[in-house]
């Protein structure tokens, strides 16, 4: 084998690495918040017995799921345009992934939601909660508890699907690699480093979502044992 190994394209250029990986994180962070906020919402619809909202939020799911996120990304930033409405690359790329992972957020919530014994809430109206705090207190936070774990793999899934953002120009952290590579062909070095920033994102996010856990979920986890 007589390729010679050369990480000084990575010392040169760690200014842009940092740049990419902190965007990747921003859409990531900002994308999964809204989309946690949909999938809440979507459980929500698909469990009270409303049919017209069932109905939307199903196929709403159904069409996310059922097609590819590259072209749900191509869509937002190449045909919203047509229509009138602009966004830059990190807002589509925002958008599409929220809208992505809200899909299948209401999916694993939804399932969450379902295990809850309908024993448990008939006690809350007994003792007099509102409809707001049943679905709060007794409904959701356990249900979150219940699917936490499957939820953090999609939480993982959709911090790896923003490699996908760059084809739209988006200068995230493949962006990034791929800027570098196409000038220095320095290919084995480069994505190298950016496999070590994708891991270092992933297990920030994944030590977030663990401390989030023991926080709000500890005693839910608790009081089921």
Known sequence: MGYSFDFSVIRDNIGLFVAGALLTFRVSIIAIAFGLILGIAGALFRTSGNKILNRITLVYVEVIRNTPFLIQLFFIFFGLPKLGIRLNAEESAILSLAFNFGAYATEIIRSGVESIHKGQIE???????KP??????????????????????????????????SQIAAEDLTFAGDF????????????????????????????????VERRFFGFAKYSRR
């Open 132 to 165: 707001l705090q049943i679905f709060r207190h007794i409904i959701l936070t356990p249900a979150l508890a219940n699917i936490y774990t499957a939820l953090i793999g999609q939480v993982i899934l959709a911090v790896l699907f923003t490699s996908v953002i």
């Open 180 to 211: 570098l590579n196409s000038r220095t062909f320095r290919s084995f070095e480069i994505y190298f480093m950016v496999s070590l920033f994708y891991l270092a994102i992933v297990w920030m996010i994944k030590g977030m979502g663990y401390w």
């Open 123 to 129: 006690a809350g109206m007994a003792l007099g909660f």
